[in-house]
């Protein structure tokens, strides 16, 4: 339990609040542009399909 105690505290490099919140961000745009582009296959593919049924 010591020797885990001690990598936590001394060993590990915790991010800054700073780095912390820069990162959320990244996270967050990336996660939406990511659900936008599928998004847009989803629509393309429902179009496609549409169309073929619909001959």
Do not use: R
Not at 25 to 33: D, N, P
Not at 42 to 47: H, L, N, S, V, Y
């Amino acid at each position: 339990m010591q020797d885990s105690y001690n990598e936590l505290v001394h060993k590990v490099s915790w991010p800054s609040k700073k780095d912390l919140a820069n990162s959320t961000v990244i996270v967050m745009v990336a996660s939406i542009l990511i659900a936008i582009v599928i998004w847009l296959i989803d629509m393309c593919f429902d179009t496609v399909m549409n169309f073929i049924y619909g001959l």
